[in-house]
């Protein structure tokens, strides 16, 4: 089964410094992977995907992250945090395999991004 | 274009009650999938339902059910509700499963709260 780690459940950074997410992820296939912002009393809100070719993804928003297979890491940045981009993270992988040919997200724990003045 | 909506955005219900949570998906898109969102956590996956058919089941009991109807609208039904089951329940919208490359769009999600 794919699973998805997302080190540091609570990031916090200064307007205008580099933002880092981590996340690493587990699977036995080529993954698909997305990363997700969710603002408060809100869903899901896609910010990038990696599917296949160009390792760097740029999304939504200025950010960006790095499929790294030697890793298994696909980790987000953005260079420089700006206030509103205080959210929870999450990270996610598509799993394929599911009996009725559909497929599912498998989601990280979560990363809520705090931007400090 | 409007997106994935859910009703409704709020429930409080007591523990051993029935609870159906709605969706309708985006324009065009033929599959919907539910996930269940606790306090702290990442969502976890429910169901995936497509051209009416399940496609997939996460790890959830059996008083945890769900269908599709014709205009690919769907409902999540849970019955003898626990206190375990207070959580954000969110639908997402696919224009095809199978793919898993696909986006799949989320709602804002319904707000279940069992006393």
């Known amino acids: 089964a794919q699973s998805v780690t997302q080190l540091g459940s609570h990031v916090s950074v200064s307007e205008g410094a580099l933002v880092l997410l981590r996340c690493n992820y587990s699977?036995?296939?080529?993954?698909?992977l997305f990363w997700y912002v969710q603002y408060p009393n809100q869903g899901l809100q896609l910010l990038l995907k990696?599917?296949?070719?160009?390792?760097l993804v740029k999304g939504i928003n200025g950010f960006e992250a790095e499929f790294k297979k030697s890793e298994t890491s696909f980790h987000l940045t953005k260079p420089s945090a700006h206030m509103s981009d205080a959210a929870e993270y999450f990270c996610?992988?598509?799993?394929?395999?599911?009996?009725?040919?559909?497929?599912?997200?498998?989601f990280g724990t979560g990363t809520q991004l705090k931007v400090e003045l | 274009d409007a997106g994935v909506t859910q009703s409704p955005t709020h429930l409080i219900k007591t523990r051993g009650q029935q609870v159906t949570l709605r969706c309708s998906p985006i324009?065009?898109?033929?599959?919907v999938s539910w996930y269940q969102q606790v306090l702290g956590q990442g969502p976890q996956f429910i169901f995936q339902?497509?051209?009416?058919?399940?496609?997939g089941r996460g790890n959830f009991p059996d008083r945890f059910s769900a269908r599709q109807f014709p205009n690919y609208s769907s409902e999540l039904n849970v019955n003898a509700l626990l206190l375990g089951d207070s959580a954000l329940y969110l639908c997402?919208?696919?224009?095809?499963?199978?793919?898993?490359?696909?986006?799949?769009?989320f709602g804002p999600g319904t707000r279940l709260t069992v006393l």
């Open positions: 997402a919208s696919s224009f095809q499963p199978g793919q898993g490359s696909s986006e799949q769009f």
């Open positions: 996610a992988v598509s799993d394929t395999v599911l009996t009725g040919g559909g497929n599912k997200l498998t």
């Open positions: 324009s065009g898109h033929k599959s």
């Open positions: 990696y599917t296949t070719g160009a390792t």
């Open positions: 699977s036995s296939v080529p993954p698909y």
């Open positions: 339902y497509y051209e009416k058919e399940e496609r």
